[in-house]
């Protein structure tokens, strides 16, 4: 084996054709992470009685495990609770009908959730209960208040973890290959075995990820600054 | 998929995957060191502003920080054999654990590298200026003011970082080194009863992960001694901050999720 760096190049034209696979897997995972984050999250602040030791424990056992545990399992498991449920009920769907790719976005919302429900957490509690005692007072709701008053400022606060979150997902996302799903990591390991040309290949994912999450990182301190401009000291 | 669901089986996979606890804590332990070993050098020159040499450090974070692990995992495995055959070294024969541990550790480091800088950062500038007011030297309100506060301020961030080291190694799988998830794949493959296996692995990286997070917890009740003891009043209801103003800086800053990612 020798060095070739203009196979560098080839890889990653050839890698560039399966980028929108790993950001749909990213994108589809934060968002619905994010969402049931939110409702975990505000679970867990107002301590609904019965879902409060269900959230607490859902968030520990995801970030207490490895994400690759959490694919394995539902890779594996749901299928197995679908036919169950089918045969039972005697629907026609079977789980065979999912596509792989669906597993990837259902384990990896799962996992988000957890992580994205401690950012919305840590972004509410950041805000200083003042805010919230001063939008009842001037005769808000607590809806209202949260909506208006708290919710854009925990934003402000939990940007930071926001993006290091997509990031996550963003390298976590490579995980996918394991239950088959082409994504860069899938694609660069094909590429690098077809031609026997295994640094160069993943060097060239190496870089596509690399500018991916720099990517992410300069969007992210850009919507920061916009999103804090509530937040100027000195005189307006 | 495989046999049908049998929960006794998960018990009699928790020895058959704790054999391997071991390979899985020493791949831990061994890259922790070099991460911090590491983490301390790549700091340094970002802490005292050494002209190149920090644009180096960043360069090693950005990628470090920037870049999937399974991926450098496969990059370091693959790529350097053939970097070090330049300079006439032989590592084909060099045990894949070695790989993994360097790969961990150098990504770590990165890490560590972001921890130490962060934490000693964080100590309040008043504090140095006021060591050197009773007459410390440099070095003195260093290790004797600025190192007991930042330990304390890194502590969080550290056990974060543990945590997320130990779930990363599930990844040590792909090269074929057996710890504790490559072990659970074959006996899964053995078996055909793969939940059963994924749910006994579940469990203890979760008991691993749990006694890590509690142990690092106690240490850094102890190290917080100098702050105020009066606990936080608990509000009954809404949005309120019950937490140490660091903890919370803490945990804005780590980077790598909570129990980590």
């Known amino acids: 084996m020798k060095l070739d760096p203009s196979f560098i190049w080839t890889a990653f034209l050839q890698l560039l054709s399966v980028i929108p696979t790993t950001l749909y897997i990213t994108i589809v995972s934060v968002l619905v992470g994010f969402l049931i984050g939110t409702c975990v999250a505000l679970i867990r602040i107002y301590k609904v009685p019965v879902l409060y030791p269900v959230a607490a424990g859902y968030v520990t056992f995801i970030r207490g495990t490895p994400m690759l545990t959490h694919l394995l399992l539902i890779y594996f498991g749901l299928p197995m609770i679908i036919d169950g449920l089918a045969v039972h009920y005697g629907w026609s769907f079977r789980a065979a009908s999912i596509p792989m790719i669906g597993f990837a976005y259902i384990s990896f919302s799962i996992t988000a959730g957890a992580y994205m429900s401690e950012v919305v957490r840590s972004g509410l509690l950041a805000v200083d209960k003042g805010q919230l005692e001063a939008a009842h007072a001037v005769g808000m709701t607590t809806p209202q208040a949260l909506r208006r008053i708290v919710c854009p400022q925990a934003l402000a606060a939990s940007l930071p973890n926001l993006s290091n979150s997509v990031i996550g997902m963003l390298h976590g996302s490579t995980l996918a290959f394991t239950v088959s799903v082409v994504d860069i990591n899938a694609k660069a390991q094909i590429v690098a075995s077809t031609n026997w040309k295994f640094f160069e290949a993943y060097l060239a994912a190496a870089l596509i990820f690399w500018g991916l999450t720099v990517l992410i990182e300069r969007a992210a301190a850009l919507i920061e600054k916009r999103i804090n401009l509530y937040n100027r000291g000195g005189v307006a | ?261």
């Open chain 2, 1 to 261: 998929m495989g046999e049908p669901f049998d929960f006794s089986y998960v018990w009699s996979f928790l020895p058959k995957l704790l054999s391997t606890l071991s390979t899985t804590l020493l791949i831990v332990v061994s890259s922790l060191l070099a991460g911090i070993i590491v983490g301390f050098i790549v700091a340094l020159p970002r802490l005292y502003k050494v002209p190149v040499l920090r644009t180096l450090s960043e360069i090693y974070i950005s990628f470090f920080r920037g870049t999937p692990i399974l991926i450098q995992l496969f990059l370091f495995y693959y790529g350097l054999p053939e970097i070090l055959k330049l300079v006439q070294v032989d590592v084909t024969r060099a045990p894949v654990l070695v790989f993994v541990i360097l790969t961990y550790g150098l990504h770590t480091g990165a890490y560590m590298s972001e921890m130490i800088r962060a934490s000693v950062t964080a100590v309040d500038k008043g504090q140095v200026e006021a060591a050197y007011a009773a007459g410390m030297t440099g070095y003195q309100a260093f290790t004797r003011i600025v190192l007991p506060q930042a330990l304390a301020i890194a502590v969080p961030v550290f056990s974060n970082l543990v945590i997320a080291l130990l779930k990363d190694t599930s990844l040590a799988f792909t090269l074929g080194v057996m710890e504790m998830t490559g072990k659970a794949q074959t006996l899964g493959a053995v078996t055909q009863h793969f939940i059963e296996t994924y749910i006994a692995l579940a469990l203890i990286y979760l008991v691993i992960s749990f006694s890590i997070e509690k142990l690092l917890g106690m240490a850094e009740h102890r190290l917080l001694r100098h702050e105020d003891r009066n606990s936080p009043v608990k509000k009954t209801f809404g949005i309120h901050r019950n937490r140490s103003y660091r903890r919370i800086i803490a945990e804005m800053e780590s980077g790598k999720g909570g129990v980590g990612l």
